[in-house]
Nanobody, 124 residues
Framework: QVQLVESGGGLVQAGDSLRLSCAAS????????VGWFRQAPGKEREFVAA????????YYADSVKGRFTISRDNAKNTVYLQMNSLKPEDTAIYYC?????????????????WGQGTQVTVSS
């Protein structure tokens, strides 16, 4: 298992940007594909984005496509989520998750390691 710690959340206004970080420790990070999920109050956790082991490919939920960018730096054992043009509906707890597989995935059950989450609040 790999241990994950998210950071970078906060309170921003609509239209602002934030960059979330997911720092990993434990086993070799480069063998894991990584995803970001989010959970808004009263809603189920949903997929946001995922990135391959090498970082050469990514996949996004339609709701964030064109506004969010996922990237990784394996030398730093860190995955990032750059969030631009934030909207109030992006308000949620954001979680990063990892799976020791090459294929991208979008379902929570496909990920075996999870962080504790970081709160993002976007005011209108």
């Amino acid at each position: 298992q790999v241990q994950l710690v998210e950071s970078g959340g906060g309170l921003v206004q609509a239209g602002d940007s934030l960059r979330l970080s997911c720092a990993a420790s434990g086993r070799t990070f480069s063998v894991y594909t990584v995803g970001w999920f989010r959970q808004a109050p009263g809603k189920e956790r949903e997929f946001v984005a995922a990135i391959t082991r090498s970082g050469d490919s990514a996949y996004y939920a339609d709701s964030v496509k064109g506004r969010f960018t996922i990237s990784r730096d394996n030398a730093k054992n860190t995955v990032y989520l750059q969030m631009n043009s934030l909207k109030p509906e992006d308000t949620a707890i954001y979680y990063c998750a990892a799976r020791p597989r090459a294929q991208l995935a979008t379902t929570q059950a496909d990920f075996s390691s999870w962080g504790q989450g970081t709160q993002v609040t976007v005011s209108s």
